[in-house]
């Protein structure tokens, strides 16, 4: 039962964590850095559900959980891609606002965002040493907790609750 409730935990550890750094050292995320952050609240959901399933059941939805962290895996590949400048973003939301000549200056203050964005190809780092983005070291956790968390399924067969 312990298996289930750490990937709870693990998956949920992802998305607090980059709130925390939103709050220290201050970091604003961009709109592919919020989307990476809802499958880990899926993967903790449902993972929190296999804690209570029998074990034939809960190695699907662990399964399922993985596949959940796989997916914020898959944004954080297009997220280094476009930081990198392999390829443009598909999110409007990172894109420069346009800017009609004919609008007047009060229009153009209304059509502008509440908050500052961040522009998704601005890399954000955590350290400074370190060459890894924070997108990047979201690609690798993701992998290694979906990794960790599809060995967690197989090796949950055998157990009875």
Same mark, same amino acid.
């Given at each position: ?10 998956s949920?550890?992802a998305?607090?964590?980059?709130? +925390? ?9 961009? *709109?592919?850095?919020?989307? &990476? ?9 449902? $993972? ?8 034939? $059941?809960?190695?699907? *939805? ?8 796989a ?8 997220h280094?891609?476009?930081?990198? +400048?392999?390829?443009?973003?598909p999110?409007? $939301? ?6 009609d ?9 209304? =059509?502008?965002?509440? *908050?500052? %964005? ?9 350290? +400074? +040493?370190?060459?890894?983005?924070? $997108? ?12 960790? %968390?599809?060995? &967690? =399924?197989?090796?949950?067969?055998g157990?009875?609750?």
């Amino acid at each position: 039962m312990a298996g289930p409730l750490l990937v709870a935990a693990l998956s949920a550890a992802a998305p607090l964590l980059a709130m +925390g750094f939103e709050r220290w050292p201050g970091l604003a995320p961009c *709109a592919l850095c919020l989307w &990476q952050r809802w499958p880990y609240w899926v993967a903790a959901a449902i $993972a929190l559900l296999a804690a209570a399933l029998p074990p034939a $059941a809960r190695r699907w *939805a662990l399964r399922a959980a993985a596949l959940a962290v796989a997916v914020s895996g898959a944004i954080a590949v297009l997220h280094v891609g476009v930081e990198q +400048g392999w390829w443009p973003s598909p999110l409007p $939301a990172c894109q420069a606002p346009g800017v009609d000549p004919s609008m007047s200056v009060d229009d153009l203050l209304r =059509s502008l965002a509440p *908050a500052p %964005t961040k522009p998704c190809d601005e890399a954000a780092y955590l350290f +400074g +040493g370190m060459p890894l983005s924070v $997108a990047a070291m979201n690609l690798i956790y993701a992998v290694l907790l979906s990794v960790w %968390t599809l060995r &967690q =399924s197989g090796s949950d067969l055998g157990r009875r609750v």
